[in-house]
Nanobody
Framework: QVHIVESGGGLVQAGGSLRLSCVVSGNTDSINSVNWYRQPPGKQRELVASIDSTENPIYADSVKGRFTISGDNAKNAVYLQMKNLEPEDTAVYYC????????????WGQGTQVTVSA
């Protein structure tokens, strides 16, 4: 089994920065991709960024140039550095891990709220 815990959300003004952390524990040898998703109020969940065993990150067009995903294998952690935040970035952010690359994740965290005020 795999357990995921996110942290780092909060309230920030537009133009500010936040760094989200995702710690993956348990049977981590089975994990080949880690993803950040978000669900804005009243909208569907969307993929924000993804990193896999090839270490080539993927970003949604809406966050390219502002968000950076990175990993620390020694800590079983994946981070999402978010800069130049906009009110449209307000959402619950979820970390999700998968056994396959470019596939629906198998394991999800509980989510962390990010609120960007205008």
């Amino acid at each position: 089994q795999v357990h995921i815990v996110e942290s780092g959300g909060g309230l920030v003004q537009a133009g500010g920065s936040l760094r989200l952390s995702c710690v993956v524990s348990g049977n981590t040898d089975s994990i080949n991709s880690v993803n950040w998703y978000r669900q804005p109020p009243g909208k569907q969940r969307e993929l924000v960024a993804s990193i896999d065993s090839t270490e080539n990150p993927i970003y949604a067009d809406s966050v390219k140039g502002r968000f950076t995903i990175s990993g620390d294998n020694a800590k079983n952690a994946v981070y999402l550095q978010m800069k130049n935040l906009e009110p449209e970035d307000t959402a619950v952010y979820y970390c999700a891990a998968g056994r396959l690359v470019m596939s629906t994740p198998d394991y999800w965290g509980q989510g962390t709220q990010v609120t960007v005020s205008a």
